[in-house]
């Protein structure tokens, strides 16, 4: 059964030179809370990224990632400091409009509050049945009044597809053989107001096909991939 529902808090961190702590919770100088207290009022917060290494999914073509160790403690440096090697779509990461229109927004102009929110998620992972599955709005057009109050909300929408299931340190060609979007669905979630629009692919358009049929022009929104969303299955 294909289900959509609302979440607690999540948290989308963008890479190591963007990222920072975020916190919902309020600290006083005269009264801090306990541990405990805080822990009880802070909202679940559930991470929605991949862990880097070596072996994880990249945009074909797009530079691997790696982490080296540059200082050593035995090495008699007296610290530990790593060399890393990445582009700036490796791993879970924000899309900025900038990374397909030569005036949108970078990704440094995004206010942070828009990445932490209260989310409406929808679970297509039943209906994704086969590689390359195209996902049109005539399959999330029984979800437009949840899509619609996420856009009067916090504006965040997750979308599952189950095809994070490929997601393997074998790095599966099945992988890139993902479901995809396609530019009516992208044109509605504008229409919306969606903000910040996250999958568990690895573009929410095709790896593979001819940029002719994709969604990219019309990708407005902020866009998080490949989120890791096969949590929602036991949320």
């Not at 080296?68 to 890393?84: I, T």
């Not at 479901?179 to 044109?187: G, W």
């Not at 001819?210 to 949590?231: C, G, M, Q």
Request: aromatic share 12%; proline share 7%.
């Amino acid at each position: 059964m294909v289900v959509s529902r609302r979440c607690d808090y999540v948290r989308i961190e963008l890479p190591y030179w963007t990222k920072c702590k975020l916190t919902t919770v309020g600290v006083t100088a005269k009264t801090p809370p306990s541990d405990a207290a805080r822990l009880k009022e802070m909202p679940k917060i559930v991470d929605l990224t991949h862990t880097l290494d070596s072996d994880i999914h990249t945009y074909p073509e797009d530079p691997k990632f790696s982490a080296k160790p540059a200082f050593e403690f035995p090495k008699g440096n007296g610290c530990r400091v790593h060399a890393l090697c990445l582009g700036t779509h490796t791993g879970t990461h924000a899309d900025a409009p900038y990374h397909f229109y030569k005036d949108g927004k970078r990704i440094d102009e995004v206010p942070l509050e828009w990445l932490i929110g209260r989310p409406v998620v929808i679970d297509l992972s039943s209906l994704v049945s086969e590689e390359g599955f195209r996902i049109e709005w005539e399959h999330l057009v029984e979800y437009e009044e949840e899509i619609r109050k996420a856009g009067q909300g916090d504006k965040i929408l997750l979308i599952r597809t189950g095809w994070d299931t490929w997601f393997s340190r074998e790095r599966s060609q099945t992988y890139l053989l993902h479901p995809y979007f396609t530019r009516d669905v992208a044109a509605k979630l504008l229409e919306h107001g969606i903000r910040i629009f996250c999958v568990d692919t690895l573009n929410p358009d095709s790896t593979y096909i001819e940029p002719a049929v994709l969604a990219r022009p019309t990708w407005r929104s902020f866009v998080i991939s490949p989120a890791k969303l096969n949590w929602l299955a036991k949320f």
